[in-house]
């Protein structure tokens, strides 16, 4: 028997773990962490062994799938192209450029394939309908990156490895494994800050894994976070801790800001001790070393902007941003910024509820009523890549109906799934170890400056496509249809260049004149150094300067005002993150699933008692929005009046082919979300906060 040892890394998550897989006669036989890794040092988590599992699911498609009166039919590739690009020129032809739609899901930015060819493809369609996760996620850190730094990918990550203090709000990654930060081994990590004697400071309405391994815990009633930030910005003034750097403008702005904001106001909004605000406002301040970090849990809410640009505040005028052990700006040898632009807010507005786009990108949350409202600009097509929105964005039944109600659509995924099987064509990409892969996002918002190339595991079968390969063939047949001109040219050039060739290019322009073949020759990776001190000189605005004074987030404030009203003995809905899921897709695989089940609604037993409700019954979870039935779990680490329900369940509606998956127990979260739920600043899904009511049934 041939066996080889190859090294790669795994993809499934921010945290981009290096691997070494064992391959005997062409079948993957081991997965482990590699320990010569320089950032991840041999941690893995259960969901690298799945990466095998997605090499051999029997449900996963190899080839492009047609729906027929008589169910799917295989075709060809080519004949695919031709059918998707003829009915999406044919429909944008006859309704506008707008009437086509786009949704780019999660996986796209863990797929070099995807980064590099797939917004090149998408620009081809010019349409301005184009949606993505990310208005269900980090668009609020964008926002911040973008106002504060002059880059919405100028993102500061704490560093953690140096820290002394951590605060995190929102955020688990004992589950998630890190997000907006790749820390892989987060709770080594964790456990290093500790040993160093520096403190981890938890703020979360759920007691959670990562809380349990914190020096502090504290409740917080969701999306009141803002206020506690507001307050302890408030203190680190009042106490005169602070000390913004002399290329920090809007000082006063901010003070005169966070004036009404005291400890005492913020302890009744939030339900944190009026002295533990004010102790962490001067742990914090005084700290050798301080990083205030939030995630999901602050991102996805309704204040989700005001939030992070608070954070980003609290660091700055706390003299920890872009200082060793503070929050620091990553050097990666590929400078992913070069990528994208630097961000623009309000351009243009979407057809019906009037909600600004984002970096060129409308929010998720009016997907669903852009599909179903008539008149101009209605979207009659949409295009899907690797996202599964029915069960992962807000009223994802209503977009289940409305994606019923298209004239075409066309899905880049490799299973018929919630969202796909409303497609007329499917087109599936080549799986993760049969790809080259080079990380350009994660390596951006690493905690130490490492670069990595690694060659495809396994050799892909000649009838099967790469991602990038198929935003290419899709990309050049619309450029073909258009008119000569410089663009065609330089598009057809972009599109026609390999990944390969992409980021050696960025490689060898990059900080550290790397080179493609250079870094294949340390198959593990190389170690570029700790994070380094980068300002004012990597800002990006002409003047190097960092105003916090921001009009849209000072201008937001008074809707903090609506927050007293918060206390009237209702039930919060929040989401969480299970190690073994990810987000909606990844329970096809029986060895992830297994164990026992993590779909419950968790209830504090308070909650369930005044309710008259058992722990284990079935309950039904409503809002405005719809409802679910699903088992609920007492848990006496849920926060009074806050119940807890993961997203990406619900799976095994018609025509689902996910074997293992559709027997996976559990509601979609998102059935009872509200897609009329949004941070009003940049039109953010706050499916953290959802009022519902929780009774028998
Ligand atoms: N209620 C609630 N909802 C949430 C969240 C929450 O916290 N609470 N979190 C939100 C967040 S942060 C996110 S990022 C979104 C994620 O939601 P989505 O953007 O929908 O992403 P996934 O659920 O990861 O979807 C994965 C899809 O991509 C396909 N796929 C996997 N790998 C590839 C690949 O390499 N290529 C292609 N073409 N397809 C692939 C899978 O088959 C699957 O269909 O969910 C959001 N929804
Ligand atoms: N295993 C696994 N890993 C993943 C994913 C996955 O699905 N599974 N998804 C990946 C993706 S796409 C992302 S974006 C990241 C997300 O990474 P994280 O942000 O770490 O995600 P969560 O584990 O959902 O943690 C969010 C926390 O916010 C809390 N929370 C909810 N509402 C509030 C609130 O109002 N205030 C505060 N302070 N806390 C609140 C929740 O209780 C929860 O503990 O994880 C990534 N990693
Ligand atoms: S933490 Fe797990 S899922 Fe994330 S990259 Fe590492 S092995 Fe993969
Ligand atoms: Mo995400």
Redesign the pocket.
Known sequence: MATTVRRTSCNL??AICGVLVTVDDGRVTDIRGDESDPLSRGHICP?AVALRDLQEDPDRLTTPVRRTADGWQEIGWDAAYELVVGKLTEIQREHGRNSVGVYLG?PNVHSLGALTHLPTMIRQLRTRNRFSATSI??LPHMLASYLLYGHQLMVAVPDIDRTSYLLM?????L?????MMTAPGFGRRLKDVRQRDGRVVV????R?ETAAIADEHHF?R????AAFLLALIHQVIADGHARPASYVDGFAAVKAAVEPWTSDRAAAVTGIDADVIRRIATEFATADRAACYG????ST?QFGAICQWAIQVLNIITGNLDRPGGTMFPRPAVNALLGLGRGHLGLWKSRVRGLPEFGGELPVSTMAEEILTPGDGRIRAMVTVAGNPVLSTPSGRRLDEALDTLDFMVSVDPYINETTRHADVILPPAPPLERDHYDVIFHQLAVRNTARWNDAVLPKPPEARHDWEIFRDLGLALVRRTPWSRRKVEMMARLRMSPRRIVDLGLRIGPYRLSLRKLRKSPGGVDLGPLQPALPGALRGKSKRIDLAQPMILDDLPRLESLVALDDGGLLL??????????SWMHNSARLVKGRPRHQLLMNPADLAERDLKDGQLVRVASVAGSVSVEVAASNDMMPGVV?LPH?FGHGREGVRLTVASQVAGASANDVTDAGLTDTVAGTAAV??VPVTVTAG
């Open positions: 998550c921010e969901k999660n996620d980090q709000l929102g955020a688990n990654p589950a998630s494994n890190g997000s703020i979360d309405p759920r959670t917080v969701p999306g009141t976070d995630r999901v849990g602050v809410q929040i989401g969480r993150r299970h190690l073994r899921n990810n987000n807890s990406g953290n906060g």
